[in-house]
């Protein structure tokens, strides 16, 4: 057997004893944890939870760009949205819902289902065929793909180039061509997948790789070809969403460490990686370039979460190196899991199958308890939407849940983190203006704050939801005249503050 690769030939594989059903059941397994997670986690995150978060920035921008405005935010300020190339699919899936009736959502939903399963179909393709090492492959691409999944709406198209990334280094694959142009399908997916490049880096630093230095090359170009369309129709090199909101702070004090150790996150990722760690390291031959690749992913990963970028603190990138790990150590010579196939690794294999799928379990427990809330912020942008037609309102501004109240009321409505990509709140942000006098520009009426926390004794509140304009731009203690308020049954307290018009000289 050629340990390069991890797909046999079927005649290959000879008679089919205990050996190979146990692996043919594993494999089976990790594909039933992949249809399932994606299933599961599209029809109830991706429907109910999208109008509530950053769908809304994207529809408007695909709106804007269907009726000939190009892709603009808030009164023809343009932008290149979060994701560039999730932004695009959402615009394919406007235009759909125009011609078909359908509803935006809806379409978005089949769209991204047909994404996600097509990239299954791949590996349904592959599982008869696969080696031991494919078949530990697929354990760790059941796992991960929860933490894929996790991510976010813009996760189909990302899933779909590592699966193409995966498969192709599956098969003992060496052409740069596909690992690059993956590799930056991943990076128009989502820009912050980025942390993509760092195994590769780890890989060129550890020896000389002519493919890998091909295809970083080839990224790197892809990447900068991006950067510079970006700064010539937009005026920055890219969407600076994450970093621009929390940049300004910095910090390598002890509790920055312990809490990128600890993240406030279910505790089975890090039970996950325990258990991996030492599975990869058994198995892959290398162990001086996993111990390399584990420390400097975990340097890079903890120097951003000092930055608290957004780009360093969520757990599919504190613990998705073990992944990268896997594919570094199989292109590097293979496994040899046949040799190494005793009861002890069959436990660790099959405990490593149970926590995978224990962990999309918890994620469909965890949508279960978030669809309650998912109604009550639609019965808030009802409310809003009253308050706003009341007061003769047309312009609002809210932080995360924007989508909510964008859905339900005509005013139009500023999403707090959309306006970090116009540039002219940049501009102000980096003159220290306080968020309410940039507001004032785009002539908001009023602010809406989810869960605001009441100052006992003063007529102002602390709302931790503008810290999505950028901690610079931002005064949480916002004392403002409230125009209504609305508390939900099970205690969600949203509160309308009313901006008021300061007229300068000159407008």
């Not at 820009?191 to 880096?201: A, E, R, T």
């Not at 090359?217 to 700064?231: G, I």
């Not at 090199?237 to 004090?253: D, E, I, Q, T, Y």
């Amino acid at each position: 057997m050629n340990d390069r690769y991890l797909i046999l030939p079927p005649s290959v594989e000879g008679v089919p004893d205990s050996h190979i059903v146990f692996r043919r059941f594993l494999s089976w397994v990790g594909v039933g944890a992949l249809l399932f997670g994606i299933v599961f986690t599209l029809h109830f995150s991706n429907i109910e939870g999208l109008y509530e978060d950053d769908f809304y920035y994207y529809l408007v921008v695909a709106r804007n760009f269907i009726s000939g405005n190009g892709t603009s935010y808030f009164k023809g300020v343009l932008t290149n949205g979060y994701q560039p190339l999730w932004q695009f699919l959402v615009i394919a899936a406007a235009y759909g819902a125009e011609t078909s009736g359908w509803s935006p959502l809806r379409v978005v939903y089949v769209l991204s289902a047909a994404i996600c399963l097509f990239s299954v179909v791949l590996v349904l393709r592959e599982n008869r065929r696969l080696s031991d090492e494919g078949v530990l492959a697929l354990v760790f691409c059941s796992g991960v793909v929860y933490l894929f999944l996790n991510m976010g709406m813009e996760v189909p198209a990302l899933f779909f180039f590592s699966t193409i990334l995966m498969l192709h280094v599956g098969r003992g694959g060496r052409s740069s061509s596909v690992i690059g142009f993956a590799l930056f399908g991943c990076f128009l997916s989502r820009i912050d997948s980025m942390v993509y490049w760092l195994p590769m880096i780890c890989l060129l630093l550890w020896g000389f790789k002519k493919h890998l230095m091909r295809s970083l090359l080839l990224l790197t170009t892809l990447v900068a070809l991006y950067c510079l369309a970006n700064k010539f129709f937009f005026g920055l090199w890219m969407p600076v969403s994450g970093l621009a909101k929390n940049a300004p702070v910095f910090s390598f004090h002890a509790q920055t460490f312990t809490s990128f150790l600890l993240s406030p996150r279910p505790p089975v990722f890090l039970m996950w990686s325990v258990l991996v760690t030492p599975v990869l390291f058994y198995l892959l031959p290398n162990k001086r370039l996993i111990i390399a690749v584990s420390f400097f992913l975990i340097l890079v990963f903890y120097v951003l979460h000092a930055f608290r970028s957004d780009y360093g603190v969520w757990p599919w990138y504190q613990y998705n190196f073990l992944l990268h790990i896997l594919v570094i150590g199989l292109s590097e010579g293979g496994a040899g899991v046949a040799k190494k196939s005793g009861p002890g690794m069959k436990i660790l294999l099959v405990a490593t199958f149970l926590i995978s799928i224990g962990m999309v379990f918890s994620k469909a427990v965890d949508q279960f308890k978030t669809r309650k809330q998912d109604s009550e912020m639609m019965s808030v942008g009802k409310f809003v939407a009253h308050v706003a037609l009341e007061n003769g309102i047309d312009v609002l501004a809210m932080g995360d849940r924007a989508g909510a109240v964008g859905y339900a009321t005509s005013a139009s409505v500023v999403q707090l983190e959309g306006l970090v990509m116009d540039r002219g709140f940049l501009d102000r942000y980096a003159s220290h203006l306080d968020l309410f006098d940039v507001l004032r520009k785009y002539k908001v009426g009023a602010y809406v704050a989810t869960s605001p926390q009441p100052i006992p004794g003063e007529d102002c509140y602390l709302v931790t939801e503008l810290v999505q304009a950028g901690d610079r731009a931002v005064r949480a203690r916002v004392c403002m005249p409230v125009l209504a308020s609305h508390q939900s049954p099970s205690g969600l307290l949203t509160v309308v503050f009313k901006v008021p018009v300061v007229v300068q000289a000159g407008e």
